[in-house]
């Protein structure tokens, strides 16, 4: 079964910091890899994914994500934060299959302070 | 024009009732879940169906029992509510076999039982 950590609880940075959000999964198998973002009190959005090709993939609102196979990891990287980017950020994962439901990381909260 | 939508956002109850959440999700999908947010922010994967027949099914208690009338609904309905079935329940839709399309979230339905 697939499993998903996301190392950072909570980060807190100033409007125009670099963001890098960690997400390493656990899977034997080919997988699809997602970004959700969730902002106060509404549901949960899709950042950007990643199934095959291009390891770097570009997502809405400047956001960025790197799928590394050998460190199973598929970070998450903005060059500037602003303080609408102040939202709860879910790595998630699934067999390349479809077959199998998203499984989500724990998430982790940003808060951007101007 | 709403993708999927959930209905009560809201629901607060007292302890023993039984009480249904809707889900309806007009995007075609063929598969449609429900997921259980906990108070941590924690996403986790209860039930899921696929144009109609339950293909996922966690250790969710029997007291939660989901109903799929077609493939556009999906209910979830409570029975015996306890303190801590508080939680938001999402519903998300998806095709089943296409795992990089991603899931298309509700807006949620925050339940309070008191």
């Known amino acids: 079964a697939q499993s998903v950590s996301q190392h950072n609880h909570h980060v807190i940075l100033s409007e125009a910091a670099s963001l890098e959000l960690g997400c390493n999964y656990s899977?034997?198998?080919?997988?699809?890899l997602f970004w959700y973002v969730q902002y106060p009190g509404q549901h949960l959005q899709l950042l950007l994914k990643?199934?095959?090709?291009?390891?770097l993939v570009k997502g809405i609102k400047g956001f960025e994500a790197e799928f590394i196979k050998s460190k199973f990891s598929f970070n998450l990287r903005k060059p500037s934060v602003q303080w609408s980017d102040t939202a709860e950020y879910f790595c998630?994962?699934?067999?390349?299959?479809?077959?199998?439901?998203?499984?989500f990381g724990k998430g982790t909260r940003l808060s951007v302070i101007a | 024009d709403t993708a999927v939508s959930q209905t009560p956002k809201y629901l607060v109850t007292q302890m023993g009732n039984d009480k249904s959440i809707k889900c309806e999700q007009n995007?075609?999908?063929?598969?449609m879940y429900w997921y259980k947010q906990d108070s941590k922010k924690f996403l986790k994967i209860m039930f899921s169906?696929?144009?109609?027949?339950?293909?996922i099914n966690e250790t969710v208690p029997n007291r939660f029992s989901p109903k799929s009338p077609d493939k556009a609904h999906l209910n979830l309905h409570i029975n015996s509510l306890e303190l801590g079935d508080s939680a938001v329940y999402f519903c998300?839709?998806?095709?089943?076999?296409?795992?990089?399309?991603?899931?298309?979230f509700g807006s949620g339905t925050r339940l309070t039982v008191v």
């Open positions: 998300a839709s998806s095709y089943l076999g296409q795992g990089n399309y991603g899931y298309t």
């Open positions: 899977y034997g198998g080919t997988v699809n």
């Open positions: 990643y199934f095959s090709g291009d390891p």
């Open positions: 998630a994962v699934n067999a390349n299959s479809g077959n199998t439901p998203l499984v």
């Open positions: 995007l075609g999908h063929d598969t």
């Open positions: 169906y696929n144009n109609k027949e339950l293909i």
